[in-house]
């Protein structure tokens, strides 16, 4: 029985509910770390963060296949998608191309990054 099911069957009110750290933990571990996998590889891309870790949850799952994704700012905006995978899923065929794209960055130091941005900062 899930932790929720036991709340309702000691008769507590579901609304007021809450998982434990461990529950909390073993969901996370279960559900959202195996997605982000390239997200630990490519940092913080912000807004893109979900969709790479879209990307990484779709491949291999079979046509009809359902999963939710969570996404929030930091300011009003958040969204809760429910995407069913697509006949193209099962075979990933994005998989080599995102890893081959995360293989082949390079470390970039902060003043060469700072020298990079001012070439572009401002020009349309």
Same mark, same amino acid.
């Given at each position: ?47 893109? @963060?979900?969709?790479?870790? $879209?990307?990484?949850? =779709? #491949? &291999? %799952? ?30 990933? @065929?994005?998989?080599?191309? $995102?890893?081959?794209? =995360? #293989? &082949? %960055? ?19």
């Amino acid at each position: 029985m899930t932790p929720l099911g036991r709340a309702r069957a000691s008769g507590v009110n579901p609304t007021f509910w809450l998982p434990t750290t461990e529950e909390t933990k073993t969901f996370f571990d279960s559900k959202v770390d195996p997605t982000m996998v390239w997200n630990r590889r490519a940092g913080n891309c912000y807004t893109a @963060a979900l969709w790479l870790s $879209v990307a990484h949850a =779709l #491949a &291999g %799952r079979k046509t009809g296949e359902k999963l939710l994704a969570f996404s929030y700012g930091s300011g009003f905006g958040a969204e809760l998608l429910s995407i069913t995978a697509g006949e193209l899923a099962e075979q990933g @065929a994005w998989v080599a191309d $995102v890893e081959a794209d =995360l #293989a &082949g %960055r390079t470390l970039c130091s902060a003043e060469r990054y700072l020298e990079l941005r001012k070439d572009h900062v401002g020009k349309k």
